[in-house]
């Protein structure tokens, strides 16, 4: 049980008694940082959440967005850090289903996952490694076998999370705007636990994720069962279709307690229940493990009397077990009785609600004497350390994770992992693009510089695919907010998040906080994630294979912004200098030149440049296509600096263009009219990748050597050490 004394002194004095023993455990799961957010929610309001596209109802667990012509998307984010950093396989496999269940939760078919994965040097720690490989393999098992395809992602190791893991798991749902279901409830209807059955596991889950990881408690993490969630889903949405489901909620951190609660508080209704009429997997548990066990694959609904027997029946014809539980009565109270003995007895508003901290803030030491940029050792042979670049864990091609995932299923994967963005066909004849990134090495060296790094970023990745950004996720992962200078990180992480949002008006339509993300060697690096969905109304920009004679454009400045780049953490093993920075006029400048070139179908392929600068970028479009390249450094656009600089710096609101030449002097005209800063830096053509600066050659690579290294680095490393 997790209830400070001044909480525990709370809860005496808003219910003017003694809690029970059943109510200490409902508020301690429902109080914990996990489920009550108390110390970010009241800083959480300043995001900008509405916008001509988002649709809100009471008691959603997943954003909605109209994407026209009588069709919603849906969106979440959720991660399962704790349970996946002492059993991976398990804790990634239930992370992807507790987030499939929030968009089911809406009425909407999920018909997307991806997801953002944070683990250790996994070039030095073989326990980063096998934390990493079967975090990989329960994703991976858990989505194929619902059919739903896992279309993207990204993966970064750093030291910050040894023996640690962070495992975000998005998922985006699609169905009809009449068929959401609108939450809603009258006194005397039924109120129906659905699925698994409930058992031991995953017991305390929420308070085990509201506490640094001191302990392996594996009770605390939940057990996956992939076949009964697929039968779950097909079950709901026929339920949805017979409009048999008046109000519905996932089960999922806190378990009974949070789902009844939040659902009952929501409603402004009460509920009261009966722990005897809950289905469980084990006999002779106790009242308290079932209203705080955290098994998977539940959905809790609210139908009535009338309904109750064909919902009844669909689920009969699914296989799967539905008991009713309780009913809905007027009083806003939670009632939980075993058989007529009561239990628990507490308002409502006073469960759901957790008191907000005020938590102090202070800028963090560290931040007043990290390193400025100094004169690091000169490279003696570039093309040598290029290749030790490329084979690099956070460089190298991620093909190892995504080829582990159906990607294909569902048919509506119209471009598929291993590009910017991956892109989604609707029934509306629309596309749906969608990117998760984050950058912890910028986060650490400016939280909120950084941060906005990780939205631009994001924007950036479906802006190549044509899309428009109209909403984001974002998931925001620290260490012990008790800690004023871990909590300064978060505030102004979010900050920057905010003033994005704003300007972009980029509405935020969901996310996750996520505290307490640390182990006895310390907190984790400030790790914000943020996901954007871009909507296409025509068609995607399909990457095209890139031909000889192909010309090189590149849109944006490069400037002197090393800091956390990995060029210089993974090469240099300096961390420090100055984080790049967003400039939002030149952002916006950049971005909806991009987005008008693509609608011209000027492009044969559009590529953003990030993660280790132009050279990797580049390297990246010659590997993929299987073709050489020309680059000329000293014609890339802004101020002139060292040779190393030009090529890893990852300034953001950068874009590579691959063209014909005959669409050379129409894409000229346009940059130059929209005063968009650019140039040509490269012609492909051959089997060599070479970067000249002033006819001087600085790296020169063959293709096929680079390939071999870039494509098989990882897969060598996870499956052989």
């Known amino acids: 049980m997790s209830l400070d004394p001044q909480e525990l002194e709370d809860l005496t004095s808003k219910i003017g008694r003694k809690p ?7 508020v301690a799961a429902e109080w914990s940082e996990h489920c009550s957010y108390k110390s970010s929610k009241k800083h959480l309001k300043i995001l900008p959440m509405d916008g001509p596209l988002v649709i809100s109802e009471k008691g959603y667990d997943s954003g909605v967005l109209d994407v026209g012509d009588g069709y919603v998307v849906t969106a979440h984010i959720e991660s399962h850090n704790h349970p996946s950093a002492v059993e991976p396989y398990g804790g ?15 009425g909407t078919r999920p018909i997307a996952i991806f997801d953002g994965l944070r683990f250790g040097d996994i070039e030095k720690d073989r326990h980063a490694r096998w934390l990493f490989k079967n975090a990989v393999s329960g994703i991976a098992d858990y989505g194929n076998c619902l059919g739903i395809p896992t279309i993207g992602g990204e993966v970064e190791f750093d030291k910050c999370y040894t023996n640690y893991a962070l495992v975000d798991v998005a998922s985006v749902g699609f169905g009809k705007k009449e068929n959401l279901v609108k939450n809603h409830a009258n006194k005397g209807d039924l109120v129906v636990l659905l699925g698994g059955f409930t058992g031991r596991d995953g017991i305390g889950g929420s308070q085990f994720a509201s506490d640094s990881l001191e302990s392996e408690d594996r009770s605390a993490v939940q057990i996956p069962d992939p076949f009964i969630e697929k039968l779950i889903i097909e079950a709901i949405l026929e339920a949805r279709n017979q409009n048999l489901i008046n109000a519905m909620k996932d089960l999922g951190g806190g378990g009974l307690s949070c789902a009844v609660s939040e659902t009952a508080d929501a409603l402004s ?5 009966d722990v005897d009429k809950v289905h469980t997997r084990e006999s002779g548990m106790h009242p308290d493990e079932i209203m705080v066990s955290e098994s998977q694959e539940r959905m809790l609904l609210i139908t009535n009397k009338t309904k109750l027997k064909k919902l009844q029946e669909i689920c009969k014809k699914f296989r799967i077990t539905c008991s009713v539980i309780g009913y809905v009565t007027s009083d806003s109270m939670m009632h939980v009785k075993k058989g007529k003995k009561t239990l628990a007895n507490l308002p409502t508003d006073v469960v759901a609600n957790a008191n907000l901290l005020d938590r102090p803030s202070k800028k963090p030491a560290y931040l007043e004497t990290i390193q400025k940029e100094k004169k690091l050792k000169p490279i003696p042979d570039y093309s040598k350390m290029m290749m030790k670049f490329l084979s690099s864990p956070n460089i190298a091609s991620k093909i190892w994770v995504y080829g582990q995932y159906d990607h294909e299923v569902g048919i509506r994967t119209v471009v598929k992992p291993g590009n910017d963005a991956s892109v989604l066909r609707l029934d509306n ?23 906005i790094g990780c939205f631009e970023e994001a924007c950036r ?73 871009g909507l296409i109304d025509e068609k995607p920009q399909m990457p095209q294979q890139i031909m000889n004679d192909d010309i090189l454009v590149i849109i944006g400045n490069t400037k002197d912004e090393m800091g956390g780049s990995e060029y210089f ?31 011209k179908g000027l492009l044969k392929n559009v590529h953003d440049c990030s993660k280790g600068g132009l050279a990797v970028a580049i390297s990246e479009l010659c590997m993929i296509n299987d073709i050489g390249c020309d680059v000329l ?42 005063k968009v800063s650019f140039n040509q830096i490269g012609k492909f053509d051959g089997r060599q990748i070479r970067f000249n600066k002033n006819s001087k050659n600085i790296i020169d690579l063959r293709v096929d050597k680079a390939q071999k290294t870039w494509i098989n680095s990882l897969r060598e490393l996870v499956v052989h050490g």
């Open 429 to 451: 004849g629309k596309f749906l693009s969608v990117k998760i990134d984050g950058n912890p090495k910028q986060c650490y060296i400016n939280p909120r510089e950084g941060a």
């Open 569 to 599: 953490e993974y090469i240099h093993k300096f961390i420090g200098g100055k984080c790049p920075v967003v400039d939002f006029a030149e952002s916006k400048k950049n971005m909806n030149a991009v987005l008008s070139i693509i609608q």
């Open 92 to 106: 990634a496999a239930t992370g992807v289903g507790g987030v499939v269940r929030d968009i089911l939760s809406a």
């Open 461 to 533: 990745n479906v802006v190549c695919t044509g899309a428009k950004p109209i909403g984001m996720l974002d998931h925001l992962q620290f260490g012990n907010p008790e800690n004023p200078e871990i909590f300064w990180t978060f505030l102004e992480s979010l900050q920057g998040l905010t003033d994005f949002a704003k300007f972009f008006k980029i509405p935020c339509v969901g996310g996750k906080v996520s505290l307490y993300n640390e182990t006895p060697s310390g907190p984790i690096k400030p790790t914000p994630l943020v996901g954007v969905l």
């Open 20 to 26: 029970s023993s059943t109510e200490l455990q409902i």
């Open 633 to 674: 450094l000293e014609k890339v656009p802004g101020e002139e600096l060292d040779v190393d600089h030009v090529l890893f710096s990852e300034t953001h609101s950068r874009y590579l263009l691959v063209l014909k030449q005959d669409n050379l002097k129409k894409l000229n005209a346009f940059l130059k009219k929209n």
């Open 269 to 273: 209704i009460g509920i009261e229940m």
